[in-house]
């Protein structure tokens, strides 16, 4: 978000393409990007090979679509799931493949999930979102889902896989502002696993020692007795 007083439907883009980016980034182990301009469009569509959208509602509502080629889906679906530890032999080949379906309708929910939670907290308000649905298409569609936008305003992003290929955000709001009151401040975001390794590292690094002085050979008569580790653990 902007510094200044007023976040309006841009900033709120602003904040769903960087979770786009750090949800797909962070999922499949490789680097995805954004565009640093933002494109005006009329409306939103449903575009091949395979297009993902979901609508939300509360503090606003919107809808938001994500187009991916079939190159594009691939590459994010198999760097997921190696990832998540499969066997790359056991993996889809087809962006027709109800797998790769349900994996890119996952990854567009946690997208959403990420998007939500940050957006809600920073405007103070509250917003749901509907399944995210997942359509393998062969041709150009035009989508008319009824979201109540009276006012609309629709933008397209694109973004870059780390072997190039493109993909493209289309979102839709209607236009609104939030204007920050002057006593107003956010809470400062953190990140849960810089937060549990920086406090694990001082159980390590007592491990680590404990470790060093049992292999220290000029150490005797040093018994480590693993039923008073237990007892020790009971506070017994």
């Known amino acids: ?58 503090g606003f509502s919107g809808l938001v679509v994500i187009n991916f080629s079939a190159a594009s889906a691939i590459e994010i679906y198999r760097r997921y799931m190696i990832n998540m530890g499969m066997p790359e032999t056991e993996l889809a080949f087809s962006h027709t493949s109800d797998d790769v379906s349900n994996v890119m309708g996952e990854l567009m929910n946690q997208i959403l999930g ?13 917003i749901s979102q509907s399944q995210p649905k997942m359509l393998v298409i062969n041709k150009e569609l035009t989508i008319s889902v009824d979201t109540n936008l009276d006012n609309a305003v629709a933008r397209r992003v694109s973004f870059k896989t780390e072997n190039n290929h493109i993909f493209y955000l289309e979102f839709a709001m209607d236009k609104t502002e939030f204007i920050r009151s002057a006593d107003f401040e956010v809470d400062e975001e953190f990140d849960l696993d810089s937060l549990i390794e920086t406090h694990g590292q001082p159980s390590q690094a007592k491990t680590d020692k404990t470790k060093d002085v049992l292999n220290d050979p000029n150490v005797k008569g040093l018994v480590v007795d693993d039923s008073d580790d237990l007892l020790s653990q009971l506070g017994l």
């Open 114 to 126: 990420d998007f939500i939670g940050k957006i809600s907290k920073e405007l103070q308000t509250s």
């Open 1 to 58: 978000m902007n510094a200044s007083l007023t976040v309006n439907n841009d900033d709120i883009l602003l904040k769903l393409c960087h979770s786009v980016s750090h949800v797909l980034s962070s999922t499949s182990a490789s680097q995805i990007s954004h565009a640093g301009m933002v494109q005006s469009i009329s409306r939103t569509r449903l575009k091949p090979d395979l297009s993902c959208f979901s609508i939300f509602d509360g």
